[in-house]
Every structure is written in C-alpha cells, then in structure tokens.
Nanobody, 125 residues
C-alpha cells in the first residue's frame, strides 16, 4: 500500500521558516515524481514545487522561487520542502503527492495518483 505522510506544519510568524517532510512508503516503482501542493480556504489547490525521483530535476511555481526549496533523501524515501521568508498568504494546507509513471515534474494535480493527508501551515502577520 502506498502511503505519503506529511509532517512539519505549524504556526509561524511572517518572515519565519518551516521545513515540511513527506515520507513515502510502499512505492513499488522508481519512475515517479513527488510534488508539493497547497490549498488555502476558498481557493483551488495549486502546485508549489516538484522533484523527480528519476533525475532529481525540480520545478517551482514562479511566485515561490527563491523562498521555497524542494529536496529529497532517497535513502529515507523522504522529500522536504524548506519554506523561508514566509508570508501570511502562504497559509494553507500543504499536501505531498506522487505522480507515476513519469520521469519529469508535472504541474497538474489531476496527474498525481497518491496523496498524503496534508499538513496545516499558518503564517501570522
């Protein structure tokens, strides 16, 4: 059974940092990518960043480049999202998801087959 478990969310003041983790288990294949998405109340789910398990290539939403960094520890099957200089508008539930089969990062949430339960990130002003 494929499982994705997010952790690391919480309450932080504007300008602060958080690191989210996505622990993956039960993935019986290597040709996949892990994406981070977020959904704020009343808004659509949007892609934040993605990393390919195949070649380590990454993708970032344009508005988040320079503040967020995605990385992976393949030995631990864990993907991280380092979020710096957080803003109140970053407040959302953050989800990680696995897209298979793929060698590259894709931005559409509908292409992702497996999802975690989400972790709340709240940035206070």
């Amino acid at each position: 059974e494929v499982q994705l478990v997010e952790s690391g969310g919480g309450l932080v003041q504007a300008g602060g940092s958080l690191r989210l983790s996505c622990a993956a288990s039960g993935l019986p294949f290597d040709d996949y990518a892990i994406g981070w998405f977020r959904q704020a109340p009343g808004k659509e789910r949007e892609v934040v960043a993605c990393i390919s398990r195949v070649d380590g290539s990454t993708y970032y939403a344009d508005s988040l480049k320079g503040r967020f960094t995605i990385s992976s520890d393949n030995a631990k099957n864990t993907v991280y999202l380092q979020m710096n200089s957080l803003k109140p508008e970053d407040t959302a539930v953050y989800y990680c998801a696995a897209d298979h089969p793929t060698m590259l990062c894709r931005r559409l949430a509908t292409l992702y087959d497996y999802w975690g339960q989400g972790t709340q990130v709240t940035v206070s002003s």
